[in-house]
């Protein structure tokens, strides 16, 4: 099927920027309110579940799922529900919030209590009340993640530490900081859902990381921690699941019929703090970095604080670029009041100078997008295809495996915005295929 059958072997060499991971997390003091979007997650949008004038306590449930492929939303503060606002989405969508002002006191929700799990569908269910999502970025719901059609099929559980953004450190310092709670988190899921082997994937260049995984899973045959070439985009799923099993995901398909699930270090170690404490997801570690940073640190923050605060506590000024992520895959902020969802794990700030964006030259079709992409495609056909308003040749071309990584346009000598031209010949395809 693919053009490259050795997709790891393609990528980006990004400079790796790694500032801070050595840096112990810190954390953020309370903010003055926190700000939680009915929709931090793939699928269905929640439905606020308290309103105006209610109290709420650490860990209480203020947005219930909108459905099967959806996560809860829990409140990270005790205090009081100051109002049901509608918020504006970097994605361009206006989602309800539910605005809450701490109390300072912390106070946990009295229902809290560890979870009973003894099987695949009660892990399942745990997954779900502690919200919890895909925090690598992806924000897919862990509950439907861990409910494969066939769990007989999978035989291979893969953790993805790879992390291979610049900057971003926060995976990293999950494996040092918390190294008990992913291999409870791995054991879980590994005994519940009868997983026969399991793979803790992580780059090169987080030594440190690699050899405490190693050390800790050594006289288990079952474990295979597999140190990954540091290029871009290894972390990204279909990529890193040919570089640690040598399969490969088919066309539209999902890591589950290649007899993989693929867990982000901090995900599954979120899930080990679940069944131990059954304290759902409340807060989340960020890596703040960037050229407008003058402090670049790992820090705790409450799901739901604004990203002002968080920059005004860790020296960042004179910003003129703001991304929630890393700089190859992540969102701008166009407002700062926008809160940190559950699926951030970084938040970077850029001066004038680093946030310019040069202007475009012609395509000499030099072919280094095509080199360069993971996936085996062909950016500048699907350009010229795009163009011309071929969906057949779209679909001839693939471009529905883009996976939006950033390389091609990274790697692009005329500084073309190529990543921008594959999503939208991936959307002209879509509508397309719907006529």
């Known amino acids: 099927m693919w053009k490259k059958l050795k997709r790891s072997a393609q990528g980006a060499h990004v400079p790796h920027r790694k500032n801070t991971s050595d840096q112990a997390t810190r954390q953020l003091p309370l903010p003055e309110k926190i700000v939680l979007p009915m929709q931090q997650h793939i699928g269905a949008p ?201 399969r490969e995901v088919p066309r539209g398909g999902l890591p589950a019929d290649a007899g993989v699930i693929v867990m982000n270090v901090t995900t599954v170690s979120t899930l080990g703090k679940f069944l131990k404490t059954g304290m759902p997801l409340t807060t989340k570690r960020l890596t703040v970095d960037g050229s407008a940073a003058s402090e670049p640190q790992n820090v705790e923050v409450i799901i739901g604080t604004p990203i002002s605060f968080v920059l005004s506590n860790c020296g960042v000024k004179d910003e003129a670029k703001v991304l929630m992520g890393g700089p190859m895959m992540g969102t701008s902020v166009s407002d700062e009041e926008m809160p940190v969802l559950k699926q951030n794990n970084a938040i970077l700030a850029f001066t004038e100078k680093d946030a310019h964006i040069p202007a475009p030259g012609a395509c000499i079709r030099c072919g280094r997008c095509i080199a360069a992409c993971p996936m085996g495609l062909s950016p500048v056909e699907i350009a010229g295809a795009y163009k011309k308003g071929d969906v057949d040749e779209l679909n001839a071309l693939m471009v529905d495996l883009c996976i939006a990584c950033g390389t091609c346009s990274f790697v692009c000598p005329a500084k073309r915005p190529v990543t921008q031209t594959m999503n939208l010949a991936k959307l002209a395809q879509r509508k397309g295929g719907k006529k």
């Open 46 to 246: 929640c439905t606020p579940c308290v309103k105006k004038g209610d109290d709420v306590f650490v860990g209480t449930v203020v947005g219930k799922a909108g459905g099967f492929v959806s996560a809860d939303i829990h409140s990270g503060v005790s205090g009081k529900v100051a109002s049901i606002d509608t918020v504006l989405m970097p994605n361009g969508a206006r989602v309800q919030a539910v605005v809450i002002t701490p109390d300072g006191k912390q106070t946990k929700d009295p229902s809290i209590q560890p979870p009973v799990v003894t099987d695949a569908k009660s892990l399942a269910e745990a997954a779900r009340a502690c919200g919890l999502v895909g925090l690598g970025g992806a924000g897919f719901p862990t509950a439907v993640k861990l409910s494969p059609k066939d769990v007989s099929a999978i035989d291979t559980l893969v953790i993805n530490g790879a992390e291979c953004e610049p900057y971003i450190t926060a995976d990293n310092r999950e494996f040092i900081e918390c190294a008990d709670t992913v291999m409870e988190g791995i054991a879980a899921v590994k005994e519940h859902l009868n997983i026969a082997k399991v793979i803790i994937g992580i780059e090169r260049n987080k030594p440190e990381a690699i050899d405490l995984m190693f050390n800790l899973t050594k006289d288990d045959p079952a474990y295979t921690v597999k140190p990954l070439p540091s290029v871009y985009p290894q972390g990204a799923e279909k990529v890193l699941i040919e570089t640690c099993t040598g």
